[in-house]
């Protein structure tokens, strides 16, 4: 990110007074003391260090042997659990794919026009959001700002800029209507540099604030995780998905859990047998009746009565057999960024509740415009999810 004028040096974390400063003023006094400022507390500090020391080299040692068949340059280390025993690393060849640069690229050009009004031009997804800096001025220009109580000084100690972030997630966690328990992000993962949070998160205020603006479906990080075990490192990968939607360079070999892009009849069905529609329509329309009818609501028109996302919500908890607190969605609608967030929401509980791949081909958008081939393929995932329910009962 570039500041015009220049932004203060010394505002990046490596620049913070940290827990390191504090051997600077340690004494190395003769006495014996146990209030930390004797030569019993520099002895047991010198021990501790080079232990330390030891135990980062076994640490990189076991890392290197558990990275070995991935010989990828690798990208910041996020301490997930903050224990030390778990890690996850986006390897930096994953930003190199080219629908990951366009969704890049897409989300600084939209940063960029918010704040377009400002001496702000926001070059680097990883480098200008951790301190929250970016995040509050977004707050600000998308609200209309002046009522956040927002501090307008430049967050240098590492403190400030979490308490700066824990503000301004809390800002959009409540207009988006994100509970802190689902948050696809966090204050840490994003102040930690963790990209697929950082993504997440900005992906999902485009949603929100800009619904008119196209983001490349599919994007989907590989991300790399480190388990420290007693039987040392071990290292697993798994994907993150960033947008909904069908990859472009997804291969079709891997497995995932839910419903599978190579499982869907509707693109055949709607190309090359349209005569057919009104058929599956009757089917699936009268299963979702089947679980409505309990709380007496019916539908006849799935593309008409379903864009809202209300009914879809009430379906997803009959089937599932949980609720959803109201407080999570509207539970009357009356403007498209409202239609907007239920249907992100019934996308992001079906991917959870592993009723739909991450990779499959449905968006928010398409939901509120009624596309009827999207609400079938969400209807017959949850027919199936309801037939194998009632198969181990």
């Known amino acids: 990110m570039s500041l015009l004028p220049p932004k203060v040096e010394g505002s990046s974390p490596s620049n913070t007074l940290g827990h390191d400063a504090s051997y600077a003023t340690s004494t190395r006094s003769g006495t014996d003391s146990t209030d930390g400022s004797g030569l019993f507390h520099w002895s047991f500090t010198l021990r501790g260090a080079k232990h330390d020391q030891e135990e980062v080299r076994e640490l990189d040692k076991a890392t290197e042997q558990a990275l070995a068949p991935h010989d990828k340059p690798l990208g910041p280390w996020i301490d997930t659990d ?19 640069k366009s969704l890049c690229s897409s989300l600084l050009d939209w940063v960029n026009d918010v704040l377009g009004d400002r001496r702000v031009v926001v070059k680097d997804i990883r480098e200008d959001f951790y301190d929250g800096q970016v995040l509050a001025d977004l707050a600000d220009e ?97 994907k993150e998905q960033i947008t909904a939607g069908i990859s472009h360079r997804s291969s079709g070999n891997n497995h995932h859990d839910g419903y599978q892009p190579d499982d869907d009849v509707f693109d055949k069905l709607f190309n090359e047998a349209p005569e057919k529609v009104d058929a599956v329509k009757t089917v699936l329309t009268k299963f979702a009746n089947n679980h409505l009818s309990k709380v007496s609501v019916l539908i006849t028109e799935p593309g008409r009565e379903m864009r809202t996302g209300v009914v879809m919500l009430m379906l997803l908890q009959l089937v599932g057999k949980y609720f959803i607190p109201l407080q999570d969605y509207s539970i009357n609608p009356t403007i498209k960024d409202e239609y907007l967030h239920n249907n992100g929401l019934v996308i992001r509980v079906m991917q959870q509740q592993n009723i739909i791949s991450a990779t499959c081909p449905v968006t928010p958008d398409d939901l509120v415009n009624g596309d009827l081939k999207t609400i079938f393929r969400l209807l017959y995932a949850l027919f199936r999810k309801s037939k194998h329910m009632s198969s181990q009962s």
């Open 82 to 100: 903050s224990s030390g025993s778990h890690w996850k690393v986006l390897a930096h060849e994953a930003m190199d794919a080219e629908d990951v």
């Open 142 to 238: 998308l609200t209309g700002g002046g009522h956040h109580n927002m501090p307008s000084v430049i967050a240098l100690s590492e403190k400030s800029q979490l308490d700066r972030l824990a503000h301004v997630l809390k800002i959009f966690n409540d207009i988006m209507r994100v509970s802190e328990d689902e948050s696809p992000w966090s204050v840490l993962g994003i102040h930690q540099r963790d990209m697929v949070a950082t993504l997440r998160l900005l992906v999902a205020m485009v949603h929100h604030f800009s619904p008119d603006v196209k983001l490349p479906p599919g994007v989907v990080l590989e991300v790399m995780e480190i388990d420290r075990t007693s039987h040392g490192m071990q290292a697993k990968t798994r």
